[in-house]
């Protein structure tokens, strides 16, 4: 609960002090904040937050593995911080289903 609530808290500061800064890539790896919590099995109110302050992040590939946010999530977090992400674009879900790729933005 701690570590959720420090998360929290520094996710509203970020958003506050830096709007872009969840839309930013990380310079080495390339990738969103998003698919850092994914990765580290974040919970699911931290995933919110982040796709709240971001939308288009769950449409965006994670460089590293290739994956979608929600494959990515189905690997690493719980199933309920992966229903966020799928929750916010399932048309992402029916896309990968039927093989139509979605383009980086």
Known sequence: Q??????????????????????????QRQRLPLHYALEAGRSKHVVDLMVNFFPNSVTIVDPVTGL???????KATSVEANYSVLRADPGLFVG??????????
């Open 68 to 74: 979608l946010p929600f494959l990515l999530g189905a």
């Open 96 to 105: 990968w289903c039927t093989g139509r790729k979605r383009r980086r933005t």
């Open 2 to 27: 701690f570590e959720t609530d420090h998360l929290t808290a520094n996710l509203l500061f970020l958003q506050v002090k830096y709007p872009q800064g969840l839309q930013t890539t990380c310079i």
